[in-house]
Nanobody, 123 residues
Framework: QVQLVESGGGLVQAGDSLILSCVAS????????MGWFRQAPGKEREFVAL????????LYGDFVKGRFTVSRDNAKNTVYLHMNSLKSEDTAVYYC????????????????WGQGTQVTVSS
């Protein structure tokens, strides 16, 4: 049974940093591109970042503008999202997702999803 469990969310102030983690189990982690998505109240879920299953290639949403860094540790079956210079508009539930051998920003490409972790940025 595949499980993705996010952690690290919380309440921070604008300008602060936060590191989200997502631990995967029940799947061959190294075969999966791992993505981060977010969903703010009343908005559609949107792509944040991904780390490719091979060679560590990364891709970011246009709004990131160098503020976030995605990384993975295959030995720990974990993907991270380092978020700096947080803004109030970054407030959302952040989800990690897994896409076997994929490389896509599209939600429908992802096979498995975590339950999400809330990030709230106060201005």
């Amino acid at each position: 049974q595949v499980q993705l469990v996010e952690s690290g969310g919380g309440l921070v102030q604008a300008g602060d940093s936060l590191i989200l983690s997502c631990v995967a189990s029940g799947m061959p982690f190294s075969r999966y591109t791992m993505g981060w998505f977010r969903q703010a109240p009343g908005k559609e879920r949107e792509f944040v970042a991904l780390t490719h299953w091979s060679a560590g290639r990364t891709l970011y949403g246009d709004f990131v503008k160098g503020r976030f860094t995605v990384s993975r540790d295959n030995a720990k079956n974990t993907v991270y999202l380092h978020m700096n210079s947080l803004k109030s508009e970054d407030t959302a539930v952040y989800y990690c997702a897994a896409d076997e051998f994929g490389y896509s920003r599209r939600l429908k490409s992802y096979d498995y999803w975590g339950q999400g972790t809330q990030v709230t940025v106060s201005s």
